[in-house]
């Protein structure tokens, strides 16, 4: 294994004890801009000013790529207290910025150029926009005068970004950036958050300017709701008082809010079963004995079961997505809904809500924990002694687990559940998309907020390394692990040496089956066994030789092929805590993922394995 020089190491150990001081220095500081001190007039360029916006923002790190039309901003920077990480691909900028912001909490910050720079984020701002991560993208643009003429790298990026982003900025005139930028920021954080574009022309980045601070926000008609309804709260702890088959459906906007403590003690007051989604995972401890798992077309089969066979779903900061429901007019047929979400457009899009809540998570089930803990005092309440009955007789017969290869070859399931139990629930573990995102989500134990981070919504491979690079950014003390398969590593890899050069020691574990898994798996369930165009080459010819491409990025490459290594491979990985580490796992190709719904059909079809559906009481079926 070749390790980088110790000049590298050193600069880099320089590098990341400044960004973890920034960082601290930064979430010290308030972050709201209206109550910053105002700072005396300057006169700048508008480059000078956008730079200086984001320090006033409290901004500590942003990644990016310079070009032509932004490189005037790229001056300022130079000389700026915000840290900047030159990656080796715009879409790794983008997923960067989104894994610092799922990892902080706070605004993560893309920096492009224009034309196929900024096209380059379309990606990550789509996926940030479906995820509901809080991101601020500023792209330089061509000068004004050559808008609409087709000029040499010019791209509508506004009107290209519009349909995936909560808002979008052209500015006009280099006076307008501080303002800009400070509502890109309010924008982005609050509300349902989202990812917010500025794209501001070569010539008003070079326009001199008058830098004052803080901005007056000018947002007529931008007032996001944060408190419930007390009507509809008073109805929702009716229902749930009344209930005989409840459940608490949990999504990503419940971390969203912080309102994971408010969540264990309404789930605990109730007694009711609580089923995270996806994007949830963390918010309720996977430990916790209320705690079904994760429903949906690979979720357990007691999670599926409890959604279908429910009275009454109470769904928090969730969307009924469709990889949740299923065949939609099959799911959940005897329930009534209360669905509580920010978002009001949420509400009703996919199944109709009963009671509609619209308002912040955390007042949400703040205000429920206050309304049932009153329909307690007056001696409203269920008993659901049946109903666990069922689940746990459920949970017993059909948990989660899987099959040793019968070919000897190493099983992906077992490598990701001993990463779990080796590493432990305090570090942060990112995926890519496919089936080591799945078994990321099953074998691994998370208890604590914000340590699952993960591309739901949009499903982007590629995604894993960079957000893991954004991650360990804003969490330095931290470990942070990718989770990755051999087809999405390959596409955003050579952020690896952007991690090497920065000090930035992520540990990859590349989950390398030689295949486009997940497509490989439905190839096999629903063509036939005709595997067109999945097999990658990783196993049979060893191309890339990810040992060797590990090493010449500046990482420390280690292979593990059998279940004898499989520890010592992740202990010596955590040993090393001064380069970045990739782990090239081969595993067998045929593991599959279960349980499973098949898409477009009924949860009720639900297979426990291949050829296997689960048997229920004969009343239940």
Known sequence: MTRPTPETLAHSARRARSAAETTDAARAATPTPAVRPTQAQSQVSGAGSLVRSLEALGVDVVFGIPGGAILPAYDPLYDSTVRHILVRHEQG????????????????????TSGPGATNLVTPIADAYMDSVPLVAITGQVARPSIGTDAFQEADIQGITLPVTKHNFLVQNATEIPRVLAEAFHLASTGRPGPVLVDIPKDVLQAPT??????????????PTLHPHGKQIREAARLMSNARRPVLYVGGGVLKAGATEGLRKLAELTGIPVITTLMALGAFPDSHRQHLGMPGMHGTVAAVYGLQKADLIVALGARFDDRVTGKLDSFAPDAAVVHADIDP??????????????????HVIDELLAAVNAERAAGRGTDLTDWWAQLDDLRERYPLGYEEPSDGTLSPQYVIKRLGEIVGPDAIYVAGVGQHQMWASQFISYEKPQTWLNSGGLGTMGYAVPAAMGAKVGMPDTVVWAIDGDGCFQMTNQELATCALEGIPVKIAVINNGNLGMV???????????????????????????????????????????????????????AINDAPVVIDFVVGKDAMVWPMVPAGTSNDEIMFARGVRPTFDEDDI
């Open 345 to 362: 457009a949420e509400i009703g899009k996919n199944r109709h809500a009963d009671v509609p809540i619209v308002g912040d998570a955390r």
């Open 210 to 223: 008058t830098f004052a601070w803080p901005p007056t926000l000018d947002l007529p008609g931008y007032r």
């Open 93 to 112: 900028a983008g997923h960067a910025a989104t894994g610092y912001a799922q990892a902080t909490g706070r605004v993560g910050v893309c920096i492009a």
């Open 520 to 574: 490989r798996q439905w190839q096999t369930l629903f063509y036939g066994e005709r595997y067109s165009n999945t097999d990658l080459g990783t196993h049979k010819h060893r191309i890339p030789d990810f040992v060797k491409l590990a090493e010449a990025l500046g990482c420390i490459g280690l292979r593990c092929e059998n279940a004898e290594d499989v520890d010592k491979t992740i202990e010596a990985a955590m």
